[in-house]
């Protein structure tokens, strides 16, 4: 896994926003990531069960992929 970091919205208290950000070289090695994961069976199993009922929580979300320039 490239270096991630989680970033929460603090400003108010109905807006309840988290953003997961991944640093990786380009975007063809994202897309490579995502279409092929890297992860053990066990690793993917050990996810699963970590993310067990996380959708139940979740009103809505959206994928935004940024490009930093310069």
């Not at 050990?46 to 139940?56: L, N, P, S, T, V």
Request: aromatic share 10%.
């Amino acid at each position: 896994m490239p270096r991630m970091r989680i970033m929460t919205d603090f400003c108010a208290e109905r807006y309840w926003t988290a953003v997961s950000e991944m640093e990786v070289p380009d975007l063809n090695s994202f897309e490579e990531m995502m279409s092929a994961p890297q992860s053990s069976a066990e690793d993917m199993k050990k996810f699963e069960e970590a993310m067990k009922g996380y959708h139940d929580l979740v009103d809505h979300g959206k994928r935004e992929i940024y490009k930093i320039e310069g």
